[in-house]
T-cell receptor
Framework: AQKVTQAQTEISVVEKEDVTLDCVYETRDTTYYLFWYKQPPSGELVFLIRRNSFDEQNEISGRYSWNFQKSTSSFNFTITASQVVDSAVYFCALSDLVRDNYGQNFVFGPGTRLSVLP | DADVTQTPRNRITKTGKRIMLECSQTKGHDRMYWYRQDPGLGLRLIYYSFDVKDINKGEISDGYSVSRQAQAKFSLSLESAIPNQTALYFC?????????????FGPGTRLTVL
């Protein structure tokens, strides 16, 4: 069965520190997609990134970077030089091709609450 | 204007009452979803719809029903609300599957059942 684990329930860092949020997934399918969403205190869910299972290249977008490793079934998210505005709950999600075609698109992890202190 | 809207944004109701949460989208997407979010559990799928004539149960559909009135509208009903349905409810949309397309979420409805 598909599953997403985010073992870190809450993380607190001081501004300008780097922080990595872990995501470990389980799926039996060879074609799948991984996502990260951000939920700031205002409550909305903001899409950050999508990665497909055939592309293991790391992704960098400004202060954000993602490390996808199929060998360890992990898709970790690093924020460099964190800022107070990064404080949010971050969700990792998995969608595999079979579930996608049948519409049950996403399995979400429980989320990691990141607090960046000034 | 937001692409995915939800009404109401907040609702407090009593046990046994019937409640309807509404979702509208202007993205032109075929697929629409209802999730609930509970602390420590992430988002869990309640119902999803491929199109107006296609509605499917998600992992936690008991106690809920839905209606897809049009491509742009998808409503969630709690026939007889109970306290453990207190949660944050999200509507989401996406284009047709097969490509791992991301889902776009509404702002959420905070429901409290007393």
């Amino acid at each position: 069965a598909q599953k997403v684990t985010q073992a870190q329930t809450e993380i607190s860092v001081v501004e300008k520190e780097d922080v990595t949020l872990d995501c470990v997934y389980e799926t039996r399918d060879t074609t799948y997609y991984l996502f990260w969403y951000k939920q700031p205190p205002s409550g909305e869910l903001v899409f950050l990134i999508r990665r497909n299972s055939f592309d293991e290249q790391n992704e960098i977008s400004g202060r954000y970077s993602w490390n996808f490793q199929k060998s360890t079934s992990s898709f970790n998210f690093t924020i460099t030089a964190s800022q107070v505005v990064d404080s949010a709950v971050y969700f990792c999600a998995l969608s595999d091709l079979v579930r996608d075609n049948y519409g049950q698109n996403f399995v979400f992890g429980p989320g990691t609450r990141l607090s960046v202190l000034p | 204007d937001a692409d995915v809207t939800q009404t109401p944004r907040n609702r407090i109701t009593k046990t046994g009452k019937r409640i309807m949460l509404e979702c509208s989208q202007t993205k032109g997407h075929d697929r629409m979803y209802w999730y609930r979010q509970d602390p420590g559990l992430g988002l869990r799928l309640i119902y999803y719809s491929f199109d107006v004539k296609d509605i499917n149960k998600g992992e936690i559909s008991d106690g809920y029903s839905v209606s897809r009135q049009a491509q742009a509208k998808f409503s969630l009903s709690l026939e007889s609300a109970i306290p453990n349905q207190t949660a944050l409810y999200f509507c989401a949309t996406s284009t047709s599957g097969g490509k791992g397309n991301e889902q776009f979420f509404g702002p959420g409805t905070r429901l409290t059942v007393l």
